[in-house]
């Protein structure tokens, strides 16, 4: 393993780090509280494994420097392709996606690290353009970068996991510079795409953005789910209902409460107190990405650091959007804290990339 | 490089700058929206989510069906309801605990320390109050839903063992699931609560009977009162298993052996399809099939005759006198009866400064190997041991697969032993003396084999070699790879007639006369186990009678059944032993014969016929 530089050691922010493990653990807790009682017994378990594989990831990940993923980054981009394409052949189906591969004793989502990759690619190309604004031509090799496996994606059925891949291009685009002109070719192309994108929808994901701005149009179908997650944060209250007495969760009205609508879950539970200290906890490690990326040694580092923060807080964004009946419903995890071991090791991995940007501030 | 793109980099602090507002905007909205749904808004929404109430109740899966070989089931299930109580329902439990001490008599003491013990277990899981309620008490809940809906009437079906104790250790019985067992994930699918299968068949195709529970959600109000249902699915029914019993003989092996403490086994010699297994004592599977009360329990298991032991397979006995068919295969594979020597018995004689002396004092002048057989003389298989060795006695008593376990799809199956000078040496730490010899070649000393065992070795020897794996499922739903290995012993068709002859000549003339039904050429073999030495008899106290044993098979030329019973402390097998295998024998010929033998149930069945004298 590589020797450390004592400054890298200095440069570890341990309010940062625990302010991850302090997400984790409200995540396991919930689903303990949520999953016990029931056939998901095991999720509990899993998602402790889950959270030591991806300490352990990050650990690791530290001891290299973000140099070195950006010079092999044709290579780990194109072997990301490569195992999206293998999903879409041999992936297996959950629910109606066909995102998930299996890997011997468990089943990993790619699309959850071809995100990060994408925001490295794209991190480097722009990097290494050092005009003041992006020209058209590089806009759009951009946005090949980050929408190929975008796409690739969305032919899994994954249509959520698509949607993460935007935030990227755009705020590194915005960050790279980009012209006015441009930004009102970009707009016709989304107006013109919109309305064909709303047709080739399926029907149950343009009920579910109907909903969101009607959610009692439909209170046993598709508003159900945003009304029943409304209710569960609402009844909260101040404190919360206690450590597995959320009836909501427990009462099995809120689907897939220990993935998508953990923070319902939490917010149940947990009353205000609870919600509003994640909140914070995420606009702490926002603070700390934002930080990172002004003072990090080169471009490429600023770049990459914005991107996972850009990837980060859209996902937090939608997920918390969704759960309040702000946004519609989307299966889209909440970072660190919903069950899962791809998005959980990914964020983990995500987050070491960044902490090592920061500890190699100074050093060259 | 860094100050080359310096511009640059400014230009992109800058823009870095501007994001600052965006982001803050949108935790300030989502925060925003948190304060308006539980600071402004909490007391609607906790109004909303008090009226908003599924109960999920669980619809327990039947077992499936346990059949005979003619598929006449053995095992089904039966309906009965349990007596649940929801505590997130439970508005005042003063009033709920003096409803159910008073009304429905259950003890104050045992519903408060249920109450305590489940506070941890999460509000919304319902406690279980009263096992297999029966119908006056259902009756009282049903009459008081409006005032304790808090108590609500679950069904759950229950194990049904239609012919109660018979065949009780073959089938097994049920139990709720351990938690060692649901950690070591011993029961696939099982989750607390579950019933599995705990011994015999239904614990080792537990997952063949196993069903898939379903769930039914229903609306309830604030008060716990049902509204509507909200979904539905129904529970999957178990697989079928259909065992190679047949219920008439286990009937008829099962009366037979009455009172008795003893086992009968009948198998199908040619390729280890098990017709009968009984074990006596035996108990009541039925008892189990609700959680078992600890008196019952108990009696169970303080009984000295240990009903819940199957004494075909989980006990293993000295063989006593069927051991000397053993002894004669091994004799005819090493050539030692080549030329067909003639034994002159007197009685008794003496090896190793020792006498030994043969059952019949008198003695049973010169004898050839089928005559040793048939009369089951001592001194004739003395002299054959004292010439074999011990060494080449074990050799082919352990390829006929003494000491080993059958490999029956049965749990708890006992190996026995097989002594040898190696084994002695291992276990006991001593070596081995030349008399041992003398008392193992007609199956006492240290051998011990369970009834099973002997029987398969013994089927082996009269099929010329062919030694089956025991086995009693005939077929399971949903399990197509059923493989019963059959491993070819070598023993030659001669030795395998003569030793009919032999065995065929003990029913006709020899010990074994109390076998024989007309008409059907039946061979056995009788014997008689010295619990223990007849000058300490008198000392002793307690039971000290000998054991008793029959191995039997028919027909001569074409074993299709054989036969092995062991009574414990029955006296000579010709007498306690060989009479009941008869039953067996007659049972299974009459059914061959068109329309003769209706089914026998328990309650039906003929005794035993009286017994007649024998010597062994």
Known sequence: MIKLDQRLIFGFDWLWFLALLALSAAGVVVIWSTTDATSLNSYFGRQIIYLCCGLLVFLILLNFDYHLFSDFISIIYLAGIAVLGLVLVIGRSIHANKSWIDIGLFSFQPSELVKIIAVIALAKYYAEYDRDYLGLRELMVGGLIVFFPAFMVVLQGDLGTAVTFFPIYATLSCLAGIKRKHIAVLLIVVAAAAPITWFTLRGYQRGRIETVFNPERDPHRLGYQTIQSEIAIGSGRIVGKGFKQGSQGNLGFLPARHTDFVFSVLSEEKGFVGSISILGLFLFIAYRLFRTAREAKDKLGTMIVVGVAALLLFHVLINVGMAEGLLPIAGIPLPFVSAGGSSLISYYAAMSLCMGIRMRRYVN | ?616
Not at chain 2, 55 to 65: E, F, S
Not at chain 2, 69 to 96: C, G, H, W
Request: proline share 5%; with cysteine.
């Open chain 2, 1 to 616: 490089m860094v100050i080359q793109q310096d511009s640059n980099r400014q230009l992109i602090q800058q823009r870095l700058n501007l994001f600052r507002f965006p982001v803050l905007l949108i935790f300030f909205i989502l925060a925003a929206r948190l304060w308006q749904l539980q600071i402004i808004n909490g007391a609607e929404y906790e109004r909303r989510a008090e009226e908003n109430r599924i109960r999920t109740m669980q619809l327990v899966a039947p077992r499936g069906t346990i059949s005979d070989r003619n598929r006449i089931p053995l095992v089904e299930n039966r309906p009965s309801f349990n007596m649940l109580l929801y505590r997130e329902a439970m508005k005042d439990q003063d009033a709920t605990v003096e409803f159910l001490t008073t009304r429905l008599g259950i003890d104050a003491e045992t519903i408060e320390a249920q109450l305590r013990r489940s506070k941890s277990a999460g509000l919304y899981r319902p406690i279980l109050i009263k096992e297999d309620a029966d119908m006056e008490a259902i009756a009282i809940v049903e009459a008081h839903r409006r005032d304790h809906p808090e108590i609500q009437i679950g069904p759950e079906p229950r194990r049904l063992y239609h012919y109660g104790r018979l065949a009780a250790h073959l089938l097994g019985y049920v139990g709720e699931v351990s938690e060692q067992d649901l950690a070591a994930n011993n029961f696939p699918g099982a989750t607390p609560g579950t019933l599995v299968g705990r011994t015999g068949v239904e614990r080792i195709y537990n997952q063949v009977l196993m069903g898939t529970d379903g769930e039914r959600q229903v609306l309830v109000d604030s008060r716990g009162r049902e509204v509507g249902i909200v979904e539905e699915i129904d529970s999957i029914i178990g697989g079928e298993v259909s065992l190679t019993i047949d219920l008439d003989l286990q009937s008829v092996a099962e009366a037979a052996l009455q009172d008795r403490v003893g086992a009968i086994v009948a198998m199908d010699p040619r390729n280890g399809e098990i017709l009968v297994m009984a074990s006596s004592p035996s108990f009541d599977p039925n008892a189990f099939s609700a959680r078992i009360s600890s008196d019952t329990w108990n009696a169970l298991i303080s009984d000295p005759d240990h009903p819940m032991q199957n004494r075909t397979i989980q006990n293993s006995y000295p063989p006593g006198s069927i051991f000397k068919l053993i002894m004669a295969e091994t004799g005819l594979g090493e050539g030692l009866l080549d030329g067909d020597p003639q034994v002159y018995c007197s009685g008794a004689s003496v090896y190793y400064g020792r006498t030994f002396h043969c059952h019949d004092k008198k003695g049973h002048g010169s004898l050839r190997l089928e005559q040793a057989i048939a009369k089951s003389c001592n001194i004739f298989f003395y002299e054959l041991g004292k010439k074999l060795g011990i060494s080449a006695i074990a050799e082919h008593a352990q390829a006929l697969g003494l000491g080993t376990r059958t490999g029956i799809d049965l749990p708890g199956e006992r190996s026995g032993i097989m002594p040898s000078p190696e084994w002695k040496m291992q276990t006991r730490r001593g070596k081995w003396y030349a008399g041992e010899t003398i008392s193992v070649s007609i199956g006492q000393g240290a051998v011990s084999t369970t009834p099973l065992q002997l029987l398969r070795a013994i089927s082996a020897i009269v099929t010329g070699g062919r030694l089956v794996t025991p086995h009693v499922l005939l077929w399971a739903e949903k399990k197509t790879e059923l493989e019963w290995p059959v491993v070819t012993v070598p023993v030659s068709e001669d030795s395998a007639r003569r030793i009919r002859e032999g065995m065929r000549l003990s029913t006709v003339s020899g010990t074994s006369r109390n076998a024989a039904v007309p008409g059907v050429e039946i061979c056995g073999k009788t014997g008689t186990v010295q619990v223990i030495g007849n000058e300490k008899k008198a000392m002793a106290r307690g039971k000290t009678g000998d054991h008793s044993w029959f191995v039997g098979f028919a027909q001569k030329d074409n074993p299709e059944i054989a036969v092995a019973v062991f009574v414990e402390h029955g006296g000579t097998g010709g007498v306690a032993a060989a009479p009941l295998a008869r039953e067996i024998f007659r049972t299974y010929y009459d059914k061959q014969k068109p329309a003769i033998l209706t089914r026998n149930r328990l309650s039906d069945t003929a005794g035993v016929p009286s017994l007649q004298g024998s010597n062994d």
